[in-house]
């Protein structure tokens, strides 16, 4: 049992279950944003779509991932950085899909810039997408 996995479900305060540490190696593999999908084709028909989505569910309410929004309009998940809980994801941080590999990667250090909204809006997420060719195409 991988012990990076196994910190990572005990700071999420998340129970180990074989599905949920293998889904967690699927995204420590990949190093992208995946979908639903890709995890399903890496798992080898291991757990069906049913078990994927509710680990993928409560993954994103724990904060241990975070949804990805890239321009094909299917949802992407990428892992989230220490600052993000149970009580709130912290991350401003842009998205960046690559043109040449499809791939999308989460940029942590480059912030999305602040928005003031008008009067009788409130703010609960955003995302920002770059689109363009990533450092390993270019
Ligand atoms: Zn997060
Ligand atoms: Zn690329
Ligand atoms: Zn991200």
Redesign the pocket.
Known sequence: MNTQIKQILKDHSLRHTQGRADIISVFLNKNVAISHSDIEAEMDSQYDRVTIYRTLKSFLEKGLIHKVLDDTGTMHYALCDDACSEVEHQHDHIHFK?N??G?TTCLENVHIPKVSLPSGFSYEESNYLITG??D??N
């Open positions: 690559c040449n590999c791939e060719t990533c390993k195409c």
